[in-house]
């Protein structure tokens, strides 16, 4: 029987991605329903990588097997229970629009989440937070397709095992599943979390003291606007690394060497410190070298400045990791998804 499906050859992914680095997928399906998945698994070839909208990626060489990238889309209604709307989206929808979309539905709880980039399947894998939010607060479950046999899974919030930018799916089940739709519980009612302080403040100089979702949303997007660069404009993938969180005895270790260390809890005995702050102390930020370096407004950010190898921003993030490692003691551990061998 002929495939349903096209195979694209040599496709670029510079353009699929963010950080904008040559590479290329030697084939390379855009997948739009699960009907089309369990025909590529039944083919029996080997799927490399599962692309969604490349803003958490860095290649680093190209890839020589099947790539597939999710174009599921769709959003339906699931239940409706007093205020709580259980919502499945296709995996396949664009996280920001879809955010914009539940505001216009007047469905609350995505706000602070306005203008990630990337896809709804994605969102998951590193349990995406922005400005006090995390998707594991409003997420309800997944559906997943399992690579090596077709099978259909449902996880939900447990199964997950969602932490601060981590999901099983970046750990035992990493490259696994196929991400293919993500239901998530929304609200009629607005209950809003303010507890960033740059929030607060934006809405304070806009005199707005009583805000609606809305309200808070087109805050976020400001701050995004101000503090992060625009792929567009400048190839990234948003932080590199993890903000690392460290022992309470090493924190105060650390806070009597700087005080003005920034400093988030982040558990029983344990600080998160700002990884941003760490590479700015240790001499990184704005600095330029060769292709690639630390962004100049925001150092946890590593950027392309034209024409970096995704090789060159990898051995970038190395000198990074260690130059912390030695100036502070601590390790960072990326956040982006390195896929390839840097040198
Ligand atoms: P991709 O980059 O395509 O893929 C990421 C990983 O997930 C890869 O390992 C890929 O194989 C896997 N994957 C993708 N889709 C699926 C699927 N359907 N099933 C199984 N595996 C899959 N992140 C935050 O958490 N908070 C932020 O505030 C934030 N800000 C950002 C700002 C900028 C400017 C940029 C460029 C990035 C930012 N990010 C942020 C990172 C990024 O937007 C998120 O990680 C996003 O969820 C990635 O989605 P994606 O579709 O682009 O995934
Ligand atoms: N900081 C510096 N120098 C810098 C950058 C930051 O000193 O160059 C300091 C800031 O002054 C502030 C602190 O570090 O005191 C934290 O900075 P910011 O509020 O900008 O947030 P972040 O910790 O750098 C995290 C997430 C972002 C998310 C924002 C907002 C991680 C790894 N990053 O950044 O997520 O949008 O908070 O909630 O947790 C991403 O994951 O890709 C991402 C962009």
Redesign the pocket.
């Known amino acids: 029987m002929e495939n349903t499906y096209q195979i694209l050859k040599d496709v670029n992914l510079a353009t699929r991605?963010?950080f904008g680095v040559p590479a290329q997928a030697a084939r390379l399906v855009e997948v739009d329903s699960v009907a089309v998945l369990q025909e590529i698994i039944k083919s029996g070839e080997s799927i490399q990588?599962?692309?969604?909208?490349?803003?958490?990626?860095l290649f680093t060489s190209n890839l020589t097997g099947l790539v597939l990238q999710?174009k599921i889309l769709g959003r339906e209604i699931l239940e409706e229970q007093g205020d709580d709307v259980l919502i499945q989206f296709g995996?396949g929808e664009n996280?920001h629009e879809t955010v914009g979309w539940t505001l216009d539905q007047n469905l609350f709880g995505l706000e602070n989440l306005s203008l990630?980039?990337?896809?709804v399947?994605?969102?998951p894998?590193?349990?995406?937070?922005?400005y006090g939010v995390e998707l594991m607060d409003r997420f309800e479950f997944l559906t997943?397709i399992e690579l090596s046999s077709g099978k259909s899974f449902t996880f939900n919030r447990d199964a997950c095992n969602f932490a601060y930018?981590y999901s099983i799916?970046k750990g035992p089940a990493k490259?696994r599943?196929?991400?293919?739709s993500v239901t998530l519980r929304l609200s009629r009612k607005a209950e809003l979390n303010l507890d960033y302080g740059a929030l607060k403040t934006i809405l304070a100089n806009k005199n707005i003291r009583d805000p609606k979702p809305k309200d808070v949303s087109e805050a976020v997007i400001e701050i995004?606007q101000q503090k992060?660069?625009?792929?567009k404009m400048l190839g990234?993938?948003?932080?590199f690394f993890k903000n690392p969180i460290i022992p309470l005895a090493q924190f105060s270790r650390l806070k009597q060497l700087y005080p003005d260390v920034p400093s988030y809890p982040a558990g029983v005995g344990e600080v998160k410190v700002p990884a941003g702050w760490l590479i700015e102390k240790a001499g990184w930020k704005g600095k330029r070298i060769g292709n690639t370096g630390c962004h100049v407004d925001q150092a946890l950010?590593l950027v392309n400045y034209g024409n970096a190898t995704g090789r060159e921003i990898a051995a970038h993030a190395e000198r990074v990791i260690h130059s912390v490692k030695k100036t502070f003691g601590i390790n960072l551990e990326k956040?982006v998804?390195v896929w390839g061998t840097p040198d």
């Open positions: 991605t963010t990588l599962i692309l969604g909208g490349g803003s958490n990626l999710n995996g996280w990630i980039p990337g896809t399947g994605a969102a894998i590193q349990n995406i937070g922005a997943a930018r799916f490259g599943f196929f991400i293919t995004r992060l660069p625009d792929p990234n993938a948003g932080s950010v956040e998804n």
